[in-house]
């Protein structure tokens, strides 16, 4: 084993040890490693926490000293320090994705990546509280009911809906089972299960009824109604339902038993006693009178004795029924979270509401919405308790009060959550860009390289004379600490913060006042030292809605009522519209996607309205398309860059974007769509960068292939050669004529010769 210190230099070879011990457990994919040293050992100094140990396998991260008198206990993890130090401060959304994007999105900038994936099952995970990238791990293999393999020195992570095989091992008593024990129960038998996902989603439109049965081991009727607000998709909903039925309608059985690896500790039982962790064995016990196939879950090897190995074996690693007892809190939980998200948005530390966003409950005689919310200890008091009523008849709305000292924010895109818009000016399109930094979210990131100004501007438009608070979140790269500094120009007035004042891992927020005259106004960030990087979001310039006349409303229940008659039926209302300043939403029929649309664009979102979220954005250039959070390139209109009166249609990818394809699926039931006609611009599978590759024949229809030439074929010149006519008795020649063949870069273009 080789010795590494916390700065992953190698500081020595381990040997000497004994009583190593690797444990694996196919739960979690996690390892752990444990092995004793002599107390008086030439490298006992060098065996430290933190301190890393390395196999020929994986790489282990010390966790647990125990000392003796004569031996030293040493206790280690796999080492996914990055997983685990990459955190989600404000929780984690993946929205009907599979399980492979959803984790390349949360491994992001870590260094790991997902390998082989065998797993195609699209799938929701939301989780609201602060997450790691390892959290989002096992949440994933829980969700997709899946199982994975570390390998922690390629920082590599394989997905399988299942590890392991059937090859037929036996563990039986007098051979190589030691000891066993089970466990039998149907406390949680059901035959009948009523799923019910989000909105009330239930199989009943696609199976014609709202239950599915399973009668494998009884025909009683037990039904059991489950609810899970994270399902919007109906095929998943059925999918997995089925899945719990399936282990719900048979008795709870968990054998526990211990097993010597006799494949390892002699050649004769290699090939028919030989196992792995996730691995389908027949277990025979004359003593609980059982011949059942059974998994193996955990396994401690020794490697220097391995016939001191041993394992564990149960029917999984869980059944259905147990994981939903820990589950259905959670789910009730997380249900009652995704709904009060609906009605009201919490704000800490903030003077002002950024948005109220109303529920709305529909029904066939009545929609009602209902807005109780009182805003407390903030820059102003708030209390607003509104009710809005509509009927088959009418629409009433009835606000009971609204304090004149709310207020209004001017900035328009201050978290830049669709990043550097229309609304931003950015002097320097090198060095300042939209970006996400783990621990902080998505930023605007300034960078000043030289003596020349680096900043975003905004322009605020025309305000009346009042006073003003301006406010933003800032932070810095970590090793900038002591030099990075904002500069802010707002409202025609400058403020600078101090060295020191800003950190790396999380965000200083800076705000004041500024009394101003009516005019028009602007907002300048600035980076103000050289060379250090800032981080800004949340940027904020707030006034007193009584001063912004643009905030006024009015709404005439003839005109409401009219237009909702014209374009809603009474019996399918099913729209979710929230409307603020800057901006309206809207999802449609209770889907799960929202349409924005704001001051500039109409934009697409699958799910809720953050960066990773976005699909598509209309605007004036044309369809911008994104996904996982990233751009990918727009379909839209351009002019040459010598000559704007060139104008055409384009298909312009971004410098990141991997490929542009042209494909089609193949079969009816084909889960992927084949490349016919791609260009790539990094290797993709067998691909080439920079290269189109065709993915069927070509046919030009007898139309000319210009300026051609072919790999390793650049041959251009005419070739004069003698064409044997006819050939006398002796072998010579008595007849011939002059031939000649024209090439082209490789190309036979042209040619003369005789017929005869």
């Not at 009602?368 to 708030?382: C, I, M, Q, R």
């Not at 959550?417 to 990131?445: I, P, Q």
């Not at 039926?569 to 209770?590: E, H, M, P």
Request: net charge negative; aromatic share 12%.
């Amino acid at each position: 084993m080789q010795i590494f210190n916390d700065k992953k230099k190698r500081i020595g070879t381990l040997s000497g040890f004994k009583s190593r011990e690797i444990t694996t457990t196919l739960d979690s994919g996690d390892k752990e490693l444990s092995f004793s040293y002599p107390a008086a050992g030439a490298l006992v100094d060098l065996l430290k926490e933190e301190y890393y140990i390395r196999t020929k396998t994986d790489e282990f991260v010390i966790k647990a000293v125990e000392k003796g008198e004569q031996f030293n206990k040493y206790t280690a993890v796999l080492n996914v320090e990055e997983l685990e130090g990459t955190p989600f401060p404000y929780g984690f959304e993946s929205n009907e994705q599979t399980i492979k994007a959803c984790l390349e999105f949360a491994f992001e900038g870590t260094g790991w990546h997902v390998g082989t994936c065998t797993v195609k099952k699209k799938r929701t995970i939301d989780e609201q509280e602060s997450v790691t990238a390892w959290d989002v791990l096992q949440k994933c293999l829980t969700t997709y009911r899946c199982e994975c393999i570390i390998h922690s020195l390629t920082k590599t992570i394989d997905i399988y809906d299942r590890i392991g095989s059937d090859k037929g091992c036996y563990f039986m008593e007098g051979l190589n089972l030691r000891k066993i024990s089970l466990k039998s129960d149907t406390y949680d038998f059901y035959t009948r299960i009523y799923p019910i996902g989000k909105d009330g989603i239930t199989p009943e439109w696609l199976t014609g009824k709202d239950y599915i049965d399973n009668f494998q081991y009884s025909s009683k009727i037990k039904a059991y109604v489950w609810k899970d607000e994270r399902y919007t998709n109906t095929t998943s909903l059925i999918e997995d339902a089925t899945a719990k039925i399936e282990e719900m309608s048979r008795p709870y059985k968990a054998y526990t038993a211990e097993v010597v690896d006799l494949a390892k500790a002699s050649e004769e039982y290699k090939d028919i006693l030989s196992y792995g962790i996730g691995d389908t064995v027949t277990l025979v016990s004359k003593k609980t009178r059982t011949r059942e196939k059974q998994r193996i879950v955990k396994i401690t090897e020794y490697p220097e004795s391995p016939e001191k190995n041993t394992v564990e074996i149960s029917n999984a690693r869980k059944t259905f029924a147990e994981i939903q007892k820990e589950e259905t809190a959670a789910a009730t939980e997380e249900a009652v979270s995704i709904s009060n998200r609906a009605t009201k948005k919490v704000l800490e530390n903030y003077s002002t509401t950024e948005e109220i966003e109303t529920k709305i409950t529909a029904s066939k005689e009545a929609v009602e919405a209902g807005v109780a919310y009182t805003l407390k200890n903030y820059y102003t008091s708030v209390q607003m308790d509104s009710l809005i009523k509509v009927t088959k008849e009418e629409i009433s709305q009835e606000v009971k009060h609204v304090e004149e000292n709310s207020m209004h924010n001017y900035v328009v895109n201050g978290d830049f959550s669709n990043g550097l818009d229309d609304n931003w000016y950015n002097s320097n399109e090198t060095n300042n860009a939209v970006m996400d930094v783990s621990g902080l979210g998505t930023v605007a990131k300034i960078l000043k390289t030289s003596s020349s100004s680096s900043y975003i501007r905004q322009n605020l438009g025309k305000i009346p004379a009042g006073t003003y608070r301006v406010r933003y979140k800032a932070a810095t790269a970590a090793g900038y600490e002591s030099t990075a500094r904002v500069q802010v120009e707002a409202l025609g007035s400058y403020s600078t913060t101090s060295s020191g004042m800003l950190k790396s891992k999380e965000f200083t927020t800076i705000e004041r006042e500024i009394t101003v005259s009516e005019g028009t106004k602007y907002i300048y960030i600035y980076a103000y030292a050289q060379n250090a990087p800032v981080y800004i979001t949340d940027i904020e310039v707030l006034g007193l809605y009584s001063l912004y006349a643009d905030a006024k409303i009015q709404v005439t229940a003839e005109e409401i009522t009219s237009e909702v008659n014209k374009k809603v039926n009474s019996d399918d209302f099913g729209t979710l519209i929230t409307q603020n300043a800057y901006n309206v939403r809207i999802a449609f029929n209770k889907g799960s996607s929202y349409m924005q649309f704001d001051s500039t664009a109409i934009t697409m979102y699958t799910g809720t309205i953050t960066g990773n979220q976005k699909r598509t954005r209309f605007d004036y250039n044309g369809t911008h398309f994104y996904r996982d959070g990233y751009y990918v390139g727009k379909i839209g209109t351009n002019t040459m860059k010598d000559n704007d009166s060139q104008r055409g249609l384009v298909f312009d990818i971004e410098y990141n974007t991997a490929y542009m394809s042209w494909s089609n699926k193949e079969s009816q039931n084909a889960d992927v769509y084949t490349m016919k006609w791609s260009y790539c611009t990094q290797q993709c599978g067998n691909y080439e960068a920079n290269m189109l590759h065709a993915g069927a024949d070509i046919n030009m229809h007898f139309f000319t292939l210009r300026n051609v030439s072919f790999e390793d074929g650049s041959i251009s010149g005419t070739l004069t050669f003698k064409q044997p006519l006819e050939v006398g008795s002796d072998g010579k020649l008595t007849k011939w004529s002059t031939a000649t063949l024209e090439f082209k870069r490789g190309i036979l273009v042209s040619g003369t010769w005789s017929d005869g």
